[in-house]
């Protein structure tokens, strides 16, 4: 009797990312197998946010060896199914490791002799699940410097960084609380600045729990006038707008103002305002939900459409509506000026992060909206690299087999 120890590691084996499976193929056959003993067995899981409780391992070439059923995983339904769970893993002290543990686990299987194999698999599941190698990989900003990209079609970005909020004196402000005078935009539009209207200014307010800020009422009104109107020309026919906006209440109170295209609310819901001034609603929504409201105003024939989509930011799930669209032509021939609020009407929401590019680019849309996701959640950044966030999988087994002909009796 010959006992072999066969160690297998995830560095050696091929990985088949369909089945989620590793493979050993071997030289020989292992001939007259007797007994199988899984003597250690550790799981690095990939980079994810939920690990399993407890790891399976499975092996479907292994188990063809072994004389009798050996593993069943009871379930309410079809319960007598036999599965080829080798052994069950255990978590560390330290998330995601997994190990067999020597004290709890004793698998010691009899082969049939009369069977061999040359191919080894192994795969790892979180119960019927199987986990993959590697993590999908995922993007920690859509940068700055990502969106600063977007060249001259970027008509505003407001983004709350130091230097482009400030006082009436135009000190810098960076503290909820403080009294807002100017709001900078950032990128190629350097002349739209955004003042206040009344001499009480606004007011700079958190806008979630890391860090994100935005402006509000100081009191009863509010409103920020650029200080400089667009040229017909800055903005396209198409366009979109992504922004940032909590509503503290039902209460009517006005949102944005760039010429083609008025939001407020109405009705208690989002609204905008057609060619004809009439308030047309678009979404209910809840108070104190933060909120990334998204607009595209899309040609259709001789005329334009609205096409929205509200993403709840505590869950990301998302509404959308087409509608029609606002004013077919600029206002005013010498340019409109861009409005945060309006004149004598309320400004009692939170309105945070900007972003106002021309085109129905969708890249640039999915960049817009992936940086503000970011900015909320307090992980945006100045850097053009897209970091990732993913580790893959490893694992090492070790296995004692027991080799050589037995005397039958």
Not at 173 to 190: A, E, I, K, Q, W
Not at 207 to 222: P, R, V
Not at 323 to 339: E, I, K
Request: aromatic share 12%; with cysteine; proline share 3%.
């Amino acid at each position: 009797m010959t006992v072999v120890r066969l160690l297998f590691h995830s560095d050696d084996a091929t990985y088949d990312a369909q089945t989620k499976t590793y493979y050993f193929n071997l030289d020989r056959k292992i001939h007259f197998p007797n007994k199988l003993r899984f003597v250690k067995c550790q799981y690095a899981n990939k980079t994810t946010e939920v690990h399993p409780l407890v790891v399976f391992v499975r092996s479907h070439e292994l188990s063809k060896l072994i004389k009798a059923k050996h593993t069943i995983r009871c379930k309410d339904t079809n319960h007598e199914q036999y599965e080829p769970i080798m052994c069950t893993l255990e978590e560390t002290h330290k998330i995601g490791r997994f190990f067999l543990n020597p004290e709890t686990e004793h698998r010691t299987f009899a082969l049939d002799q009369s069977r061999f194999v040359q191919r080894i698999d192994f795969q790892f599941t979180d119960n019927a699940t199987p986990l993959a190698k590697t993590a999908t990989s995922t993007a920690v900003a859509s940068t700055a410097e990502d969106v600063l990209a977007f060249g001259d079609s970027l008509v505003s970005f407001i983004d709350f960084g130091t230097g482009r909020v400030q006082d009436q004196a135009f000190q810098n402000l960076s503290t909820p609380g403080d009294r807002v005078y100017y709001l900078r935009n950032r990128g190629p539009n350097t002349e739209l600045l955004f003042v206040s209207s009344y001499q009480a200014g606004g007011q700079l307010a958190n806008f979630g729990d890391d860090g994100a800020l935005s402006i509000t009422q100081h009191g009863s009104w509010e409103s920020y006038l650029d200080s400089w109107p667009l040229d017909q020309g800055d903005v396209a026919d198409e366009f979109c707008v992504h922004t940032l906006v909590k509503f503290t209440s039902l209460s009517f109170t006005y949102v944005l103002d760039i010429g083609f295209l008025k939001i407020l609310v109405d009705s208690q819901q989002i609204s905008y305002v057609d060619a004809n001034d009439a308030k047309q609603g678009v979404f209910q929504f809840t108070p104190m939900v933060p909120y990334m409201l998204t607009v595209r105003r899309v040609a259709n024939g001789q005329s334009f459409n609205f096409e929205w989509v509200l993403e709840d930011m505590t869950d990301n799930t998302t509404i959308t509506a087409t509608t029609g669209s606002g004013l077919s032509a600029w206002p005013n021939a010498n340019g409109f000026p861009f409005r945060l609020g309006h004149a004598s009407t309320h400004f009692s929401h939170l309105q945070s992060a900007m972003i106002i590019h021309n085109t129905l680019n969708t890249e640039w849309q999915a960049t817009s909206q992936t940086y503000l996701r970011n900015y909320y959640n307090g992980t945006t950044s100045n850097s053009s690299e897209n970091e990732t966030t993913t580790t893959d999988a490893q694992w090492f087994i070790e296995v004692e087999l027991d080799q050589g002909r037995t005397k039958s009796r």
